[in-house]
């Protein structure tokens, strides 16, 4: 939002413009009134846009890429690590890295038990089919981005992205009008994964309130919870703004829900037969989900050790 304004405003911006504090203010105050809508069937078109906008800008971003030229000073020579041991612990972290990027799947059972299910026509069935053609998609995002990140900056890359790159690199060569509906296309994307991600925690809010008072959640109640966690969720990014650098470990403690506990739950639901097919590959796959937690739960740890962690509490960029 923060270089949307600047791109936007241009010259003509203030010379006292916000913060960012400011907007992450400006930010959460937006989400608090999107979160207002009750459930995940409620935000269906909220959702059907923050794909359409991941699908745009993901596009945008790396055909402008290539599209221009490269910096002179491009190397796309391997980073240099002092041992073996090194270089493996930062591909478990990168992996890490991944895996927490692709965190939103651990709500595929979320979203699976709102849709309407029975013997005939069970939910798994259109949802197998869903999470196909979301996948192809995100297949048809990520690939490009980073095959193309990779050409049009190579070790170049900054911290922030190939939209942190554009706009470092190319401010000057991409009409700003292109450049600043690419920045646009991302706050309205973050808006709607914020309502996506938050909903099962304001379903176990309300869920938590109805048992202990066994009456309905008021709609008061029910927007005091999503107004309390919006700024609770704001509070956090501005005090801890350091918890980006934990990604790799926290991709590696979350992987289990994804990778692991799906497979446990199949072999104690559906009871396979002890020794059978089924019953050793679910087990082992689940088993090979925990490994790679450990993994890459090394490998955020080991790349905390060497590179060190900055806590800069209340301090965010």
Same mark, same amino acid.
Request: positive net charge; charged residues 10%.
């Given at each position: ?10 010259p ?56 221009q ?12 690590m ?33 849709m309407?299910?029975?013997f ?7 949802m197998?089919r869903g ?6 998609f ?21 911290p ?16 700003? /009008? =292109? &450049?600043?509906t690419?920045? *646009?296309? +991302?706050? $309205? ?58 990604? /790799? =470990? &926290?991709?590696?403690?979350? *992987?289990? +829900?994804? $990778?692991?506990y ?12 002890k ?43």
């Amino acid at each position: 939002m923060k270089l949307f304004f600047q791109i936007v405003c241009g010259p003509l911006c203030t010379s006292n413009p916000l913060t960012t504090v400011e907007w992450y203010l400006v930010f959460t105050c937006l989400c608090v009134v999107l979160s207002q809508l009750p459930n995940l069937n409620s935000i269906a078109g909220l959702s059907l846009i923050g794909a359409v906008t991941a699908i745009t800008y993901s596009t945008m971003v790396w055909v402008l890429s290539v599209s221009q030229p490269r910096p002179a000073t491009i190397s796309y020579e391997p980073l240099s690590m002092p041992s073996v041991s090194g270089s493996l612990f930062s591909v478990l972290n990168a992996l890490g890295i991944v895996a927490f990027a692709f965190r939103g799947h651990n709500l595929v059972l979320e979203i699976q038990s709102t849709m309407p299910s029975t013997f005939k026509h069970p939910a798994h069935v259109p949802m197998w089919r869903g999470a196909k053609v979301a996948y192809f998609f995100i297949a048809l995002c990520i690939f490009p981005i980073s095959i193309g990140g990779f050409w049009a900056y190579g070790k170049l890359m900054p911290p922030g992205g190939m939209l942190a790159a554009l706009y470092e690199f190319h401010i000057n060569d991409i009409p700003r /009008g =292109l &450049l600043a509906t690419a920045f *646009l296309l +991302v706050v $309205f994307n973050c808006l709607s994964s914020f309502q996506i991600y938050s909903m099962p925690a304001f379903d176990s809010f309300e869920a938590g309130y109805t048992s202990r008072t066994n009456k309905p959640c008021s709609v008061w109640v029910r927007s005091g919870f999503r107004v309390f966690f919006g700024f609770v969720s704001f509070f956090i990014g501005v005090a801890l703004p350091f918890l980006s650098s934990l990604a /790799g =470990l &926290l991709g590696g403690l979350t *992987l289990p +829900v994804t $990778f692991a506990y799906p497979c446990f739950m199949w072999v104690l639901i559906k009871k396979p037969a002890k020794c059978s097919f089924s019953w050793y590959f679910h087990w082992g796959l689940g088993w090979l989900g925990v490994a790679f937690s450990l993994a890459f739960s090394i490998g955020g740890i080991s790349s905390m050790v060497t590179q060190g962690l900055k806590l800069k509490f209340f301090s965010p960029n």
